[in-house]
């Protein structure tokens, strides 16, 4: 099984932003966790700020034939038309995941524009979302 992970905005700043909400771990130090506990999976990781390059590396995970996606938008979910779009667009499963319990925070975070594509939603377990994620696609 190949899994693509994929980080949107500020996600490159885990462990130093915001650590009462996001933790101190860096998601770096996180993905290496994950890669020794799945070992029978191989997991790719990729993160950015650019919407656009969020939208162009869903659609590259289906032409490398990842099957399955687990998707951190960030701040994207509550403002990206394009990104759910992609998310509709591509046939490999994608799940949500979000580090906070976005219900639990600021109401425009309670929209989401990918949320509707997704197979699901992974809210408010810190860190061990991502690990979540994986068990449901093995």
């Known amino acids: 099984m190949k899994i693509l992970i994929l980080n949107g905005p500020n996600l490159n700043l885990l462990g130093k932003r915001e650590p009462e909400i996001y933790g101190s771990q860096t998601f770096e130090d996180y993905f290496t966790e994950l890669q020794f506990k799945f070992k029978e999976v191989e997991l790719g990781y990729f993160q950015s700020n650019i919407e656009g390059e969020i939208i162009d590396r ?19 979910t509550h403002t990206s ?7 509709s667009g591509i046939t490999t499963p994608v799940i949500e995941v979000h580090i906070s319990n976005v219900m639990d925070r600021e109401e425009f975070r ?3 524009y990918i949320s509707k594509y997704t ?7 810190g860190l061990k979302g991502y690990e979540l994620a994986v068990k449901s696609f093995l």
């Open 58 to 76: 869903l659609h590259k995970a289906q032409e490398e034939e990842f099957n399955a996606v687990i998707l951190n938008a960030g701040a994207y």
């Open 110 to 112: 309670h929209v989401s």
């Open 81 to 87: 038309i394009g990104i759910g779009d992609a998310v």
């Open 119 to 125: 197979a699901g939603i992974i809210t408010g377990f």
